[in-house]
C-alpha cells in the first residue's frame, strides 16, 4: 500500500452526519474501488471508478457516493442514508492488465454513534 | 450460492509445519484467482496469484489452481507465528474483469 493513502485512519462521527473519506494514489492506475468490511466477513463492494469522471455501483452502494474528477483520487461519503456506518473501509487499485490484481491501502475505520 | 468459498476455519497448526488453506469458485467464467494475507486490525495485503492450471510457487506459499473441480489452494510451508493471520481467496471473471469477488477468509493460528 505504499502508493495509496487513507485518511484519517480512525473517524469517529455522531448519527445524522454525513462524513467523507479520503483515498488518493500515486501508482497511476486508472481503476479504484472501495469496499466495507465489518468485523469477521469479507469484504463487500460500494463503488468502483475504471476512469476519470466514470463511476459505478457495487453491491452495497445505498447510502454512499463518490466521484472521480482527478486520475489520483477517489472519495467516499457516507451518508446519513447509510443505516449501518460503522464499518472497515477500504479503498483499492488496480491497474488494466492480464492480472487486474488489487492493491488496498492502510483503510479507515469509522465508528458512528 | 456464494460466487467465492472458503473454510471459515480457524486453521491451527503447530510451527514448521504446513497450512493448507482451500477455496472453490462457483463461476466457470472465473480466470483469476488471489491470494490475500490480512492481518488483525489491517488492511489485505496481495500474497500471490494464479490464472493458470497447476502450481505456483513463491517463497514458502505456494498456489494451487484445478479449474475442472472448481478449486483453489494456498499452502503455507514451514509455517511461522508471523503466518497467523486470516487469509482471503478472491477471483475475478472475464464477464467482470474490474470486480474481485471475496471469500470471507480462513483464520489461521501457527502455534509455537
Known amino acids: 500500500d505504499g502508493g495509496i493513502t487513507q485518511s484519517p485512519k480512525y473517524l469517529f462521527r455522531k448519527e445524522g452526519q454525513n462524513v467523507t473519506l479520503s483515498c488518493e494514489q500515486n501508482?497511476?492506475?486508472?481503476?479504484m474501488y472501495w469496499y466495507r468490511q465489518d468485523p469477521g466477513q469479507g469484504l463487500r463492494l460500494i463503488y468502483y471508478?475504471?476512469?476519470?469522471?466514470?463511476?459505478q455501483k457495487g453491491d452495497i452502494a445505498e447510502g454512499y457516493s463518490v466521484s472521480r474528477e482527478k486520475k489520483e483520487s477517489f472519495p467516499l461519503t457516507v451518508t446519513s442514508a447509510q443505516k449501518n456506518p460503522t464499518a472497515f473501509y477500504l479503498c483499492?487499485?488496480?491497474?488494466?492488465?492480464?492480472?487486474?490484481?488489487?492493491?488496498f491501502g492502510p483503510g479507515t475505520r469509522l465508528t458512528v454513534t | 450460492q456464494k460466487e467465492v468459498e472458503q473454510n471459515s476455519g480457524p486453521l491451527s497448526v503447530p510451527e514448521g509445519a504446513i497450512a493448507s488453506l482451500n477455496c472453490t469458485y462457483s463461476?466457470?467464467?472465473?480466470?483469476?484467482f488471489f491470494w490475500y494475507r490480512q492481518y488483525s486490525g489491517k488492511s489485505p495485503e496481495l500474497i500471490m496469484f494464479?490464472?493458470?492450471?497447476g502450481d505456483k510457487e513463491d517463497g514458502r506459499f505456494t498456489a494451487q489452481l484445478n479449474k475442472a473441480s472448481q478449486y483453489v489452494s494456498l499452502l503455507i510451508r514451514d509455517s511461522q507465528p508471523s503466518d497467523s493471520a486470516t487469509y482471503l481467496c478472491?477471483?475475478?471473471?472475464?464477464?467482470?474483469?474490474?470486480?474481485?469477488?471475496f471469500g470471507a477468509g480462513t483464520t489461521v493460528t501457527v502455534r509455537a
Open positions: 478472491a477471483a475475478i471473471t472475464r464477464q467482470r474483469l474490474y470486480k474481485l469477488s
Open positions: 501508482l497511476n492506475h486508472d481503476a
Open positions: 483499492a487499485v488496480a491497474r488494466q492488465g492480464s492480472s487486474y490484481e488489487q492493491y
Open positions: 471508478s475504471q476512469i476519470v469522471n466514470d463511476f
Open positions: 494464479i490464472y493458470s492450471n
Open positions: 463461476d466457470r467464467g472465473s480466470q483469476s
